[in-house]
């Protein structure tokens, strides 16, 4: 099975709702899709907010960094 991306679960999400607005979702399918959504959903709000906390991370991290590399000014 492929791995799940960010960009892959977005795309599937769009098909599905394109295919829900447009009316394309029989009744017997439509449970299946709004499950398969809900589900694409949460792992795109979980995607983005490990994103955050990485950049937050490496931010914090570089400016760690050049504070230690900042002479001390001592008169």
Known sequence: ???MTYTKARQE???IIAEIER???DIDTLSAKIK???ELI???RNKL???EDDVENILNSLNEGNASDEPNEKQ
């Open 13 to 15: 999400l769009d098909r």
């Open 42 to 44: 949460s792992f795109c």
């Open 49 to 51: 907010r490990t994103t």
């Open 1 to 3: 099975m492929e791995e």
């Open 36 to 38: 398969r959504a809900g």
């Open 23 to 25: 009316g394309e979702a």
